[in-house]
């Protein structure tokens, strides 16, 4: 995905979260950086640096009228799906308003659920499976074709 659609989608996500309140926006996203999928984490990683960089370097992100900065937290869920669900729950107690998907289908299955439990959006960004996107899901996102997707 480029740096551009993934800047267009976090701005999208933005507008279902509580961060007219904040004086960042944090953002959490959790990637496979080690493991079977790190390879490909590395590579989402480096997206998402990239596009809060740009983002931030613009000025941040318009909210209620004031800007704001990205904040973003990555944490490395070692191609574990497990360690997925339990980093997504560390990132919901620090208050995070979206979470940003890792690489791998597995993973993005597992974060699916946790979204929709916490009421968290989460974009999915590196998956080859679809079948979760019909599920009926109100929390999750992804990029398909040009657009953002709501599996809903």
Do not use: W
């Not at 701005?11 to 904040?22: H, K, N």
């Not at 959790?30 to 370097?57: C, D, K, M």
């Amino acid at each position: 995905m480029r740096m551009r659609g993934i800047a267009g989608a976090l701005l999208l996500l933005l507008q279902t979260g509580p961060a007219a309140a904040a004086e960042t926006i944090k953002l959490g996203a959790v990637v496979p950086l080690t493991g079977r999928y790190g390879g490909g984490g590395a590579q989402v990683r480096a997206g998402y640096e990239l596009a809060v960089e740009a983002v931030n370097a613009a000025g941040g992100v318009s909210v209620a009228g004031k800007k704001l900065p990205l904040e973003l937290r990555i944490l490395d869920d070692e191609s574990d799906a497990t360690k997925t669900v339990a980093r997504l729950e560390t990132l919901a107690s620090e208050n995070v308003v979206a979470y940003l998907g890792g690489f791998g289908s597995d993973l993005h299955a597992a974060a699916a659920s946790v979204a929709e439990k916490n009421k968290i959006p989460y974009l999915g960004v590196a998956f080859a499976l679809h079948r979760i996107h019909q599920q009926g899901f109100r929390y999750l996102f992804s990029r398909t074709g040009n657009r953002l997707t709501s599996s809903r």
